[in-house]
């Protein structure tokens, strides 16, 4: 089975621009979170998608959107790029079954810095 | 979600064991004790997980206390390659509608040569 994978690995944006991130989930998995990661924090979940909707959001503002196709693969989409979103932004997929949930497999990461 | 208290590093020697403690005073009865951990520059890496038996895989062990107060992650023999940062994580049995995971800082672990 192949695993997570994101695209960019690294990516320096300017302040007020728009940035998409995209995510490959593990195959089988039908759930995607994503994750922001600050330098020297925790990782800070930000939403997760089931089955191409919206399922359950974190404390970010409305700027932070995300997308789920049909594949399960993700993009999380960030508008008006402020300095503090400069961090690692992490892609985790899992499997929802019967209401109970695997163990989230991550992704290694984009490395976004706004400037 | 329920917080968990860990120290912030702990430092071992290659091939000893490690004891990373985690305390869960809050712990609900259908909250999951998960470990994951993060190498450098790399995404967080499940580790195991457990509700009240202790547990073993290829990777750790979980003890869990009989209250459920604390746990401990051992590592039976520490490789350089286990140098990362463990976070210790409690998620509700069911996960309901929303599998998000409540990261702390976590313990930095560093294995001398």
């Known amino acids: 089975e192949t695993g997570v994978t994101q695209s960019p690995t690294h990516l320096i944006k300017t302040r007020g621009q728009q940035v998409t991130l995209r995510c490959s989930s593990q195959?089988?998995?039908?759930?995607v979170s994503w994750y922001q990661q600050a330098l020297g924090q925790g990782p800070q979940f930000i939403f997760q998608?089931?089955?191409?909707?919206?399922?359950g959001r974190g404390n970010f503002p409305p700027r932070f959107s995300g997308l789920q196709f049909p594949n399960y693969s993700s993009e999380l989409n960030v508008n008006a790029l402020e300095l503090d979103d400069s961090a690692l932004y992490l892609c985790?997929?899992?499997?929802?079954?019967?209401?109970?949930?695997?163990?989230?497999?991550f992704g290694q990461g984009t490395r976004l810095t706004v400037v | 979600d329920a917080k968990t208290t860990q120290p912030n590093s702990m430092e071992s020697n290659e091939e000893e064991p490690v004891h990373l403690p985690c305390n869960h005073s809050?712990?609900?009865?259908?909250?999951?004790i998960h470990w994951y951990r993060q190498l450098p520059s790399q995404g967080p890496e499940y580790v195991i997980h457990?509700?009240?038996s202790n547990v073993n895989n290829r990777m750790a062990s979980l003890a869990i206390a009989e209250d459920r107060k604390s746990s401990t992650l051992i590592l039976h023999r520490a490789t350089l390659r286990d140098a990362a940062v463990y976070y210790c994580?409690?998620?509700?049995?069911?996960?309901?509608?929303?599998?998000?995971?409540?990261f702390g800082k976590g313990t930095l672990l560093t294995v001398n040569p």
């Open positions: 994580i409690l998620r509700d049995r069911s996960g309901g509608s929303n599998y998000k995971l409540t």
């Open positions: 457990g509700l009240t």
């Open positions: 195959s089988g998995h039908n759930t």
């Open positions: 998608y089931y089955r191409e909707e919206e399922n």
């Open positions: 809050t712990i609900s009865g259908t909250d999951y």
């Open positions: 985790a997929s899992s499997s929802r079954d019967r209401g109970l949930n695997t163990e989230a497999f």
